[in-house]
């Protein structure tokens, strides 16, 4: 138990432990030396095959119980279709005795092994099926992701222009009240001076009059015809005062639609799922939706999306990255240190560039405010073409001397873990993809060819089509069902194919929009897939017509 090892069965069953050595698929039992040799010489046992049991995992993926559920010491022999199900010799003489298609497992295991290849054949397109399946609702999480962000995004922006303007009234509403509260204050003030005035007066007044003892005759009587003669104008004066004078009590009247809101118990919006109609990009057409000519650039050479709602995209003349909303309205841009040519995005909004002229790999994250930062830079012997990323890694395309590139990998962070050389097609790479089966497809723009290549296999790759109306292919995607699209600078033209690599149709030509494309993703923007197309100075943003 201490080694995790496994004991005989044979041993077990007499009272013995002995560890095991071997397997027998067949017995599904697990044999010492000892009973290895007594199992090949035993009549019934001896022409079954036994393993090594480090191979028994390996070779029983799927465990069958060989015995008869009626009868377990007796080991299964006949199958009965009429009742579908493997039985023992007993069964099959008491209980299977009137049944009409019974056989020996044996026989029915050599008449139906010729079934094998169309069964493989069905379960293979059962496999493919489930393939491009998982891709679609993978790339249907990815999107509702997105979606979920920006819909996130909106309530907070929503609520961030509400409160904006809420503030903007209550500034309003506030200057208001301090105007009207000086205009207010300033007629109290004035009337309340008018009434200490008027109180002053009366009150020196009576001073006067209480000390009449104290002035001359002449002084007081003077004063007195003054003051009688006063009294009549400031009863006037206090009438018109008090006539004039009104109390006020300072109130706020709020609008009915917002007081209406903020009573409400409900939130100010509702979410909703809308269904979502299925896309069929095999026969579907596609609709080109905005032009997009990015500010001070030219040769844009490949685009891509972050988070379902920026389009981050390069210019191989300028040597700019721009980012770009779902509009294509420009919202950042950063200077590189040479020709960019491919972009892969990474996760939580980083992604990678590769350079010519130095050769280089960036590996840039787009910050909150929507600014680029560099977080690393990966110097490389010679040119960077293709880039992707696959599951955890980077792969980048790395120019040679001769024919053929090298594929270099790097994990997310820019640690280097392996290359593979390939010598097909040649050392100036157009296009990088990695599908969902973990497979790399690159472009051979002189050759006007497209390949796949295993990243684990380094024995070459494999031609999936080369034909006329294909000059001079460079962008190459994939759509959520594995078909592939390359976009030809030569033919101006994009080409469709399915996973196999097997032609399907011209899905964009003629286009006077369509001149000389570089760079192309099939990738969910805004609130659904987008087909994206970098031209020599524009991006195309095109919909798929459901």
Request: with cysteine; net charge neutral; aromatic share 8%.
């Amino acid at each position: 138990m201490e080694n995790n090892g496994k004991f005989c069965d044979y041993c077990n069953r007499q009272g013995n432990v002995k560890m095991a050595t071997s397997w027998c698929p067949e017995c599904d039992d697990r044999l010492c030396k000892n009973c290895v040799k007594f199992h090949q010489v035993n009549r019934l046992t001896m022409e079954h095959s036994v393993y090594n049991t480090a191979e028994e995992n390996q070779i029983s993926s799927v465990k069958i119980d060989l015995f008869c559920k009626q009868h377990s010491s007796n080991r299964l022999e006949v199958y009965c279709f009429d009742h579908e199900e493997p039985c023992c010799l007993m069964c099959a003489t008491i209980i299977h005795r009137n049944c009409e298609k019974v056989g020996t497992l044996n026989d029915c295991s050599q008449k139906y092994a010729k079934n094998i290849p169309s069964i493989c054949a069905e379960m293979e397109k059962l496999r493919k099926a489930s393939v491009a399946e998982i891709a679609r609702v993978r790339c249907d999480m990815e999107c509702f992701k997105n979606e979920s962000k920006d819909v996130e995004h909106r309530i907070k922006t929503m609520t961030a222009k509400t409160i904006v303007a809420l503030k903007e009234k209550e500034r309003v509403l506030l200057e208001n009240l301090e105007k009207t509260k000086i205009k207010r204050e300033f007629i109290l003030v004035k009337t309340l001076d008018e009434y200490l005035d008027i109180r002053k007066t009366v009150e020196d007044s009576i001073r006067i009059l209480k000390k009449n003892d104290r002035l001359p005759n002449i002084a007081f009587l003077l004063e007195l015809m003054r003051i009688g003669k006063t009294v009549p104008e400031i009863h006037i004066y206090i009438e018109e005062l008090q006539k004039n004078y009104q109390t006020f009590v300072v109130d706020v009247h709020f609008d009915d639609a917002f007081t209406s809101v903020h009573l409400s118990s409900n939130p100010f919006g509702e979410i909703k799922l809308k269904t979502k109609h299925k896309i069929d990009y095999q026969s579907g057409q596609l609709e080109l939706e905005r032009s997009v000519t990015v500010e001070g650039s030219s040769y844009l050479s490949d685009a891509d999306v972050i988070d379902g709602r920026y389009i981050v995209t390069t210019c191989e003349e300028s040597k700019m990255l721009y980012i770009l909303d779902v509009n294509g309205r420009q919202l950042s841009s950063l200077k590189l240190r040479g020709c960019p040519w491919s972009i892969a995005v990474l996760q939580n909004q980083c992604f990678c560039v590769s350079l010519r002229d130095p050769g280089c790999i960036c590996i840039l994250e787009m910050q909150k405010n929507l600014s680029i930062t560099t977080l690393k830079e990966l110097k490389m012997p010679q040119n960077v073409w293709g880039i992707c990323a696959v599951e955890d890694k980077i792969v980048a395309s790395i120019e040679t001397q001769g024919h053929g590139q090298v594929f270099r990998f790097y994990d997310h962070e820019g640690n280097y873990s392996d290359e593979h050389e390939i010598t097909q097609g040649e050392s100036q790479c157009g296009t990088l993809h990695a599908t969902t089966s973990k497979c790399i497809l690159f472009t051979h723009p002189s050759g006007n060819s497209i390949f796949s290549v295993d990243p684990d296999n380094s024995e070459g790759a494999t031609k999936l089509y080369s034909g006329n109306n294909m000059k001079y292919p460079i962008g190459l995607t994939c759509d959520p069902e594995e078909n592939i699209y390359v976009a030809c600078f030569g033919s101006n033209n994009i080409l469709q194919f399915n996973g196999n690599g097997k032609y399907l149709r011209e899905i964009l030509h003629k286009d006077l929009s369509l001149q000389n494309p570089y760079g192309i993703r099939v990738k969910g923007l805004g609130d659904n897939i987008k087909l994206i197309v970098t031209t020599m100075d524009k991006l195309l943003i095109y919909r798929f017509k459901q």
